[in-house]
């Protein structure tokens, strides 16, 4: 058996593409080869394989990818290509050379062990021409299908078959792809697949990356690499359980553990913890240690224990505690089952310590507590346990909202704010021991340390460096935005109650792609921690444009014009808890003077004409979305437009488009349409045929004695209201219209008027 696949090389105009027989069980490296006797490449540079998800990457043997993925020679095609809407391959990540490769069909009586080109498209680029953008007639060679065939039948590619990661990150892949099947069929695939990488795959990933960002958090890494003998141990234990699961299939977050005599006391535990530690642990208590050795260091330490033992309730949650007191009552020699957490902040309280035990079963780890932990765990009333817990909940509960709000605060602004809107005075003691010793351990937040002193709390998501860089370049200099009470975010008063242009993207999501809650909760999530970054619009439409198909000219616009809305009214960290539109009401900043139609990339030209509406400059592209978001346009937006098509470096069918729907919104519909028929002739683009189609059925109807023509001007009722009653049964929107089309309803009539 082999693939037929269509390879072209993106952003090419006039298009240079081949159509590639290929055998079955080849692997990314054998692709590679191919690829590079095709398209005439010297095998210069580096290399990798991308998907439409972004999450997996296939590279060559002496790289690593960045996220989840594998080495080429390691994985087959086959477990891939069938299973992707396409695959892009990337050549020199200086020149950016990407290949978008797309299966068109499969050939079941193609016997032959190596590869043939079938159809070709425009020549060849010289090596190190300088990329798309930069390569002219000059910088070609003449492409030989004949030649190029003869190089192929003289190379033989064996039968290969990926290993197991490969056939992981492949289940991996067409999860994503399931999830785009709204089917009931599909959802009960999903739910099984799901189920099976939860066991693998995911559990895996997720320990790993929830662990280590925890033990990031917990200790420290020295200048010279080096670590602590405390944070060695939190190493060994984690990447036993990273082990444990790869190779059982076990559950990641709890398993049994071998109670053994002490060993040692706090005191020695506490030794093997470096300097650096100590002196976070002192100033995170609210220590006095400021020029103190280490061995005063553990003597401050150990005395808080002994003196205030409810310190320990701000490091565990009150279910854990329970756990911790019970295990201490678990008597010698008998194992139980403990969790992962928990062990991992006994080690790093310097309470116990945890290690595998080879002479036991493989399943289980020695624990060992220090010999005077009991005493200083067991020294706390139960009535203080319930009341600190009270006071921590409620605690949580604003500094979560203060987070979600404003995403990045420095301390001092934290309290402050704290102290403003919750009307409730807090001492710098207990407030920084709930803020660094209690969050450190408990939350999961960012606490980011300048070099200046200042110390920053933030979301997981967010990218401190990043907002505090941007705060830089836009001179940002105003004091934090003053959020009232009633206005913070919360579990329950989320970002889509509060801002409304993501209550509309939502929407949007939901009627062009069907998702369901947990896929919309995904990239609602996904792109608000975008947005919260500070990012363009550029950067989220082609974040989107990996996980949807935004091909054609009307979803382009659409989310052109939603995500600019986002970034507008959306309060970002960079701007002290101001949106752009606010902060440039304040200042002498413009909105596109602060980052909304950058490009991610720094190296990259800007504003290329084959970018679309991004090819425009970041000032039209705001003047263009301000006459798009208004309800009714007048003779003056028209004449904006059409003078933004003028000064267009080149003919952009996005601009020409929202030509014609500020013709509409001017009730000017013969003129809208006529843009619209002259644009689809260039582009034979599906989406403007399907606008041209319900311009022409909706001209001829007549609703009440007005026209299609008076769809925006306002309606007076005339006489008397009658109540309206349903005379015919409901159409659902994604049921066939029924006019006959074959379409779904809200895709051809629903919102005309005719049948609804």
Same mark, same amino acid.
């Given at each position: 058996?082999?693939?037929?696949?269509?390879?072209?090389?993106?952003?090419?105009?006039?298009?240079?593409?081949?159509?590639?027989?290929?055998?079955?069980?080849?692997?990314?490296?054998?692709?590679?080869?191919?690829?590079?006797?095709?398209?005439?490449?010297?095998?210069?540079?580096?290399?990798?394989?991308?998907?439409?998800?972004?999450?997996?990457?296939?590279?060559?043997?002496?790289?690593?990818?960045?996220?989840?993925?594998?080495?080429?020679?390691?994985?087959?095609?086959?477990?891939?290509?069938?299973?992707?809407?396409?695959?892009?391959?990337?050549?020199?990540?200086?020149?950016?050379?990407?290949?978008?490769?797309?299966?068109?069909?499969?050939?079941?009586?193609?016997?032959?062990?190596?590869?043939?080109?079938?159809?070709?498209?425009?020549?060849?680029?010289?090596?190190?021409?300088?990329?798309?953008?930069?390569?002219?007639?000059?910088?070609?060679?003449?492409?030989?299908?004949?030649?190029?065939?003869?190089?192929?039948?003289?190379?033989?590619?064996?039968?290969?078959?990926?290993?197991?990661?490969?056939?992981?990150?492949?289940?991996?892949?067409?999860?994503?792809?399931?999830?785009?099947?709204?089917?009931?069929?599909?959802?009960?695939?999903?739910?099984?697949?799901?189920?099976?990488?939860?066991?693998?795959?995911?559990?895996?990933?997720?320990?790993?990356?929830?662990?280590?960002?925890?033990?990031?958090?917990?200790?420290?890494?020295?200048?010279?690499?080096?670590?602590?003998?405390?944070?060695?141990?939190?190493?060994?234990?984690?990447?036993?359980?990273?082990?444990?699961?790869?190779?059982?299939?076990?559950?990641?977050?709890?398993?049994?553990?071998?109670?053994?005599?002490?060993?040692?006391?706090?005191?020695?535990?506490?030794?093997?913890?470096?300097?650096?530690?100590?002196?976070?642990?002192?100033?995170?208590?609210?220590?006095?240690?400021?020029?103190?050795?280490?061995?005063?260091? &553990?003597?401050?330490? @150990?005395? +808080? !224990?002994?003196?205030?033992?409810?310190?320990? /309730?701000? =490091?565990?949650? *009150?279910?854990? #505690?329970?756990?911790?007191?019970?295990?201490?009552?678990?008597?010698?020699?008998?194992?139980?089952?403990?969790?992962?957490?928990?062990?991992?902040?006994?080690?790093?309280?310097?309470?116990?310590?945890?290690?595998?035990?080879?002479?036991?079963?493989?399943?289980?780890?020695?624990?060992?507590?220090?010999?005077?932990?009991?005493?200083?765990?067991?020294?706390?009333?139960?009535?203080?346990?319930?009341?600190?817990?009270?006071?921590?909940?409620?605690?949580?509960?604003? &500094?979560?909202?203060? @987070?979600? +709000? !404003?995403?990045?605060?420095?301390?001092?602004? /934290?309290? =402050?704010?704290? *102290?403003?809107? #919750?009307?409730?005075?807090?001492?710098?003691?207990?407030?920084?021991?709930?803020?660094?010793?209690?969050?450190?351990?408990?939350?999961?937040?960012?606490?980011?340390?300048?070099?200046?002193?200042?110390?920053?709390?933030?979301?997981?998501?967010?990218?401190?460096?990043?907002?505090?860089?941007?705060?830089?370049?836009?001179?940002?200099?105003?004091?934090?935005?003053?959020?009232?009470?009633?206005?913070?975010?919360?579990?329950?008063?989320?970002?889509?109650?509060?801002?409304?242009?993501?209550?509309?993207?939502?929407?949007?999501?939901?009627?062009?792609?069907? /998702?369901?809650?947990?896929?919309?909760?995904?990239?609602?999530?996904?792109?608000?921690?975008?947005?919260?970054?500070?990012?363009?619009?550029?950067?989220?439409?082609?974040?989107?444009?990996?996980?949807?198909?935004?091909?054609?000219?009307?979803?382009?616009?659409?989310?052109?014009?939603?995500?600019?809305?986002?970034?507008?009214?959306?309060?970002?960290?960079?701007?002290?808890?101001?949106?752009?539109?606010?902060?440039?009401?304040?200042?002498?900043?413009?909105?596109?003077?602060?980052?909304?139609?950058?490009?991610?990339?720094?190296?990259?030209?800007?504003?290329?004409?084959?970018?679309?509406?991004?090819?425009?400059?970041?000032?039209?592209?705001?003047?263009?979305?301000?006459?798009?978001?208004?309800?009714?346009?007048?003779?003056?937006?028209?004449?904006?437009?059409?003078?933004?098509?003028?000064?267009?470096?080149?003919?952009?069918?996005?601009?020409?488009?929202?030509?014609?729907?500020?013709?509409?919104?001017?009730?000017?519909?013969?003129?809208?349409?006529?843009?619209?028929?002259?644009?689809?002739?260039?582009?034979?683009?599906?989406?403007?045929?399907?606008?041209?189609?319900?311009?022409?059925?909706?001209?001829?109807?007549?609703?009440?004695?007005?026209?299609?023509?008076?769809?925006?001007?306002?309606?007076?009722?005339?006489?008397?209201?009658?109540?309206?009653?349903?005379?015919?049964?409901?159409?659902?929107?994604?049921?066939?219209?029924?006019?006959?089309?074959?379409?779904?309803?809200?895709?051809?009539?629903?919102?005309?008027?005719?049948?609804?």
């Amino acid at each position: 058996m082999a693939y037929i696949i269509k390879v072209t090389i993106e952003n090419t105009h006039p298009p240079v593409w081949r159509r590639i027989l290929i055998p079955d069980k080849i692997s990314f490296g054998d692709l590679h080869g191919i690829l590079q006797t095709v398209f005439g490449w010297e095998e210069e540079h580096m290399h990798d394989f991308t998907f439409p998800s972004g999450s997996v990457e296939i590279v060559q043997a002496e790289e690593k990818p960045y996220g989840e993925g594998a080495l080429e020679d390691s994985v087959a095609v086959d477990d891939f290509l069938p299973h992707s809407r396409w695959i892009r391959y990337t050549y020199d990540f200086g020149d950016d050379w990407s290949h978008k490769i797309v299966l068109e069909k499969t050939d079941p009586d193609y016997k032959e062990r190596y590869a043939k080109v079938l159809k070709a498209k425009g020549d060849n680029f010289n090596e190190d021409s300088g990329g798309v953008y930069c390569a002219g007639d000059d910088d070609r060679n003449p492409f030989s299908m004949e030649k190029v065939n003869a190089a192929l039948e003289a190379h033989k590619i064996s039968e290969k078959k990926s290993d197991r990661h490969g056939e992981d990150l492949s289940r991996l892949l067409q999860l994503g792809e399931a999830l785009k099947d709204n089917s009931r069929s599909g959802k009960r695939e999903l739910e099984q697949m799901l189920g099976t990488l939860c066991e693998d795959l995911l559990k895996e990933q997720m320990m790993q990356i929830f662990f280590e960002d925890r033990l990031d958090n917990f200790f420290c890494t020295e200048a010279d690499g080096s670590r602590s003998v405390r944070a060695q141990a939190a190493d060994a234990l984690t990447g036993y359980v990273r082990n444990r699961v790869r190779d059982s299939k076990k559950n990641a977050e709890r398993f049994c553990v071998n109670i053994h005599e002490p060993a040692v006391t706090v005191r020695e535990m506490l030794v093997e913890l470096s300097g650096r530690e100590l002196s976070d642990y002192c100033s995170f208590l609210s220590l006095e240690c400021e020029e103190c050795t280490k061995e005063q260091c &553990i003597d401050a330490v @150990l005395r +808080t !224990y002994r003196e205030e033992p409810e310190i320990f /309730l701000y =490091a565990f949650t *009150e279910q854990e #505690f329970a756990a911790l007191q019970k295990l201490l009552e678990i008597p010698r020699g008998r194992s139980y089952e403990a969790d992962m957490l928990l062990l991992l902040k006994g080690i790093t309280l310097g309470i116990m310590d945890v290690h595998p035990n080879k002479e036991l079963d493989g399943n289980v780890v020695k624990l060992s507590f220090a010999a005077d932990a009991g005493t200083l765990l067991r020294g706390i009333p139960e009535e203080e346990i319930r009341k600190r817990y009270g006071e921590i909940s409620a605690f949580d509960d604003k &500094i979560g909202s203060l @987070l979600l +709000t !404003y995403s990045v605060l420095d301390a001092g602004a /934290l309290k =402050a704010q704290y *102290e403003r809107v #919750f009307r409730q005075e807090m001492d710098e003691r207990t407030f920084r021991r709930l803020v660094y010793w209690h969050l450190r351990f408990q939350a999961d937040i960012q606490i980011y340390h300048e070099e200046d002193g200042m110390d920053y709390l933030a979301l997981p998501q967010v990218d401190i460096g990043l907002v505090l860089g941007q705060r830089e370049n836009y001179g940002v200099s105003v004091p934090y935005r003053r959020f009232r009470k009633k206005e913070l975010l919360s579990d329950s008063h989320s970002y889509q109650d509060v801002y409304p242009a993501w209550k509309e993207f939502e929407q949007y999501l939901c009627d062009d792609f069907e /998702l369901d809650d947990e896929e919309l909760a995904f990239w609602s999530v996904k792109e608000y921690g975008l947005v919260q970054n500070g990012v363009s619009v550029v950067e989220v439409l082609e974040d989107l444009e990996d996980g949807f198909e935004l091909s054609s000219i009307v979803d382009r616009t659409t989310y052109w014009e939603i995500i600019t809305g986002i970034c507008l009214n959306t309060p970002i960290p960079a701007l002290m808890g101001y949106s752009r539109l606010e902060y440039s009401a304040m200042t002498d900043r413009q909105p596109w003077e602060l980052g909304l139609y950058d490009f991610p990339d720094s190296d990259r030209q800007p504003y290329q004409k084959e970018d679309g509406l991004f090819g425009m400059e970041p000032q039209q592209q705001y003047g263009l979305y301000c006459i798009a978001s208004k309800e009714h346009n007048s003779a003056s937006d028209v004449r904006a437009v059409q003078e933004m098509i003028q000064k267009a470096p080149c003919e952009l069918p996005d601009l020409t488009y929202m030509l014609a729907i500020t013709h509409l919104k001017n009730n000017e519909i013969d003129k809208a349409e006529r843009v619209l028929r002259r644009l689809y002739r260039g582009t034979k683009d599906e989406s403007i045929a399907d606008a041209l189609e319900m311009f022409s059925e909706v001209k001829q109807e007549v609703f009440g004695g007005y026209r299609m023509e008076n769809l925006w001007e306002d309606e007076e009722p005339v006489g008397e209201v009658v109540p309206f009653r349903r005379d015919r049964a409901k159409i659902g929107r994604n049921d066939p219209c029924p006019c006959g089309s074959g379409r779904k309803f809200k895709k051809c009539c629903m919102g005309k008027g005719i049948y609804d």
